[in-house]
Nanobody, 115 residues
Framework: QVQPVESGGGLVQAGGSLRLSCAAS????????MGWYRQAPGKQRELVAI???????NYADSAKDRFTISRDNGKNTVYLQMNSLKPDDTAVYYC?????????WGQGTQVTVSS
């Protein structure tokens, strides 16, 4: 069973940066995608960025030009570098990993951006 474990959240001032990490543990034979989602209070969970096995990426409009997703296949780890953070980026950030026949979510990490 695959278990993603996130780290790197915290409190930062507007304009600052944070780097989130998500390491996948367990019986992993193949990963199709690794992505970051976020959920703010009172809002639905939304995609922030995703990277596919072939290296292709997709970003939410709100993340383009500020966030960068990257993946270390050897470590089964995905990163989200977040720059120029805004108060609207405040949310719980979740890592999601998919593969043949499975989908796994992490427990989430809080990101708070103060104005």
């Amino acid at each position: 069973q695959v278990q993603p474990v996130e780290s790197g959240g915290g409190l930062v001032q507007a304009g600052g940066s944070l780097r989130l990490s998500c390491a996948a543990s367990g019986s992993i034979f193949s990963i199709n995608s690794m992505g970051w989602y976020r959920q703010a209070p009172g809002k639905q969970r939304e995609l922030v960025a995703i990277v596919y096995r072939g290296g292709g990426t997709n970003y939410a409009d709100s993340a383009k030009d500020r966030f960068t997703i990257s993946r270390d296949n050897g470590k089964n780890t995905v990163y989200l570098q977040m720059n120029s953070l805004k108060p609207d980026d405040t949310a719980v950030y979740y890592c999601r990993i998919t593969g043949p026949g499975f989908e796994a979510w992490g427990q989430g990490t809080q990101v708070t951006v103060s104005s």
